[in-house]
């Protein structure tokens, strides 16, 4: 909320006055070429849901998020930006979505989704795979990540209360996938102890 991007050289300390207070100041992320082709003027993110269930931590869907052209962060979630689902392989799905439903094949340039894989999904996941054995008492976990110029991850945040499950249903279908009907069942057999 109230990204701006300042230059460090011409920066003035009455930008810290807009936020008075709670503020993080960081250095640009330089994204590898492959996200910045989606739109090159924002930050665009893989948004991954993980679950920790079983005592194994399971990836339960991931989007890729773009910015409009202009903004700096990923502004999906404003319906100026777009989402594309991510297959466990990195791959993208064929369609992307904006959270009006509208539906979208291919980047601003023309390269189709489906083309595309990827190449800091696979890394990605077993960041979130080793972090969230360390919040294992946090059932679900969302997190955000870019990808540097040299391909690696950068962790943006992690959030810990309820994630936003409709764009990533929207995308990839259910939210718990193959794993449904095992945690509903897990879920029926917790609520016949508790009776």
């Not at 701006?4 to 930008?15: K, P, Q």
């Not at 989402?83 to 509208?102: M, S």
């Not at 991850?153 to 939210?175: A, F, K």
């Amino acid at each position: 909320m109230g990204v701006r991007l300042v230059n460090a050289g011409g920066f003035n300390t009455a930008i810290l006055d807009v936020y008075k207070k709670d503020y993080i100041i960081q250095k640009c992320i330089a994204q590898h070429p492959q996200y910045k082709e989606f739109n090159p003027s924002s930050v665009n993110t893989e948004k991954i849901i993980s679950m920790f269930f079983n005592g194994e931590v399971h990836i339960l869907t991931s989007i890729l998020r773009v910015g409009a052209p202009g903004s700096h962060t990923d502004t999906a979630s404003t319906g100026k930006g777009y989402t594309v689902g991510i297959g466990l392989n990195g791959q993208l799905n064929k369609e992307g979505y904006n959270i009006y439903g509208e539906r979208r094949t291919s980047t601003a340039s023309g390269r189709m989704f489906e083309d595309v894989v990827l190449c800091g999904h696979d890394e990605i996941c077993n960041q979130i795979k080793k972090a969230h054995k360390m919040l294992s008492r946090f059932g679900i976990i969302s997190w955000d990540f870019a990808v540097d110029e040299n391909c690696e991850p950068i962790l943006i945040e992690y959030n810990l209360n309820y994630p936003d499950v409709m764009i990533y249903q929207m995308n990839n279908g259910p939210l718990f996938g193959d794993l449904t009907q095992t945690i509903l069942e897990d879920v029926r057999e917790k609520l016949k102890k508790e009776r």
